[in-house]
C-alpha cells in the first residue's frame, strides 16, 4: 500500500483536475491533493500530450488523507457530488478521454469499497443513467506540472473558467459537506 505513516492516498478524475482540486483539499482528514495524470500509456506526460487525448491519460486529483479522520467512502460521496459520473469522456464543456471519470484504487480494499459506492450512488436518485466511471488499479502516477498545483486557490479569481465552473462546484460541496470542512473554509 502507498501509504506515509498514518495516511493512505486516493486517485480520482472527474473532470478538469482544477475542479477536482479545489474541493478535495478543503476537507478535514486531507493532508495534501497533488493534480495530476494517470490511466494512460505515456510516460511522464505533460500537460500539453494529455490534452491531446493521445497518451491515455486522464487528469486526476491525488489525495493523501488520514483515515481515522476522513474515510475513502467519504471521498467517494464527495467525488460523487462534485461531478457527473454518468458523462462519458467529459464533464461539462470540457470533452476528451482525459476529461474521463475514473477512480484508479491501490489496493483491493479500496476496489470493494467503489465498487459497492459505484453501486449505492448508481441506484440513488442522483443522477439519471447509468455510470461511466472507469475502476481501474493505479499503476502509475505522474504529478501536473507546478503551475497546475492549487490553481484555483493560486489564480482562480483570475481566470473566468474558474468563476464560471469551479465557484458552482464549490458552493455545491460547501451546502453537503460544510460539517466536513476544514476550520479554515468555514464562514
Avoid at 18 to 44: I, M, P, R
Avoid at 97 to 105: D, G, M, N, P, V
Avoid at 124 to 139: A, I, R
Wanted: net charge negative; aromatic share 14%; charged share 25%.
Amino acid at each position: 500500500m502507498n501509504s506515509t505513516g498514518n495516511l493512505e492516498k486516493a486517485t480520482f478524475g472527474g473532470g478538469c483536475f482544477w475542479c477536482v482540486e479545489a474541493v478535495f483539499d478543503q476537507l478535514l482528514g486531507v493532508k495534501k491533493v497533488v493534480s495530476g495524470y494517470s490511466g494512460g500509456h505515456t510516460v511522464n506526460p505533460t500537460y500539453k500530450e494529455v490534452c491531446s487525448g493521445e497518451t491515455g491519460h486522464a487528469e486526476v486529483v491525488q489525495i493523501e488523507f488520514d483515515p481515522n479522520v476522513i474515510s475513502y467512502q467519504d471521498l467517494l460521496e464527495v467525488f460523487w457530488t462534485v461531478h457527473d459520473p454518468t458523462q462519458l469522456n467529459r464533464q461539462g464543456n470540457d470533452v476528451g478521454t482525459q476529461y474521463r471519470s475514473i477512480i484508479l484504487f491501490e489496493n483491493e480494499n479500496q476496489k470493494s469499497i467503489a465498487q459497492n459506492s459505484i453501486k449505492e450512488f448508481e441506484a440513488s436518485e442522483m443522477y439519471d443513467g447509468s455510470f461511466t466511471t472507469q475502476l481501474v488499479p493505479l499503476e502509475k502516477f505522474y504529478a501536473a506540472e507546478d503551475y497546475h498545483q492549487n490553481y484555483y486557490e493560486n489564480d482562480g479569481g483570475e481566470n473566468p473558467y474558474c468563476s464560471i465552473v469551479i465557484a458552482p462546484k464549490i458552493e455545491k460541496f460547501y451546502k453537503k459537506f460544510y460539517n466536513k470542512l476544514k476550520p479554515e473554509y468555514k464562514d
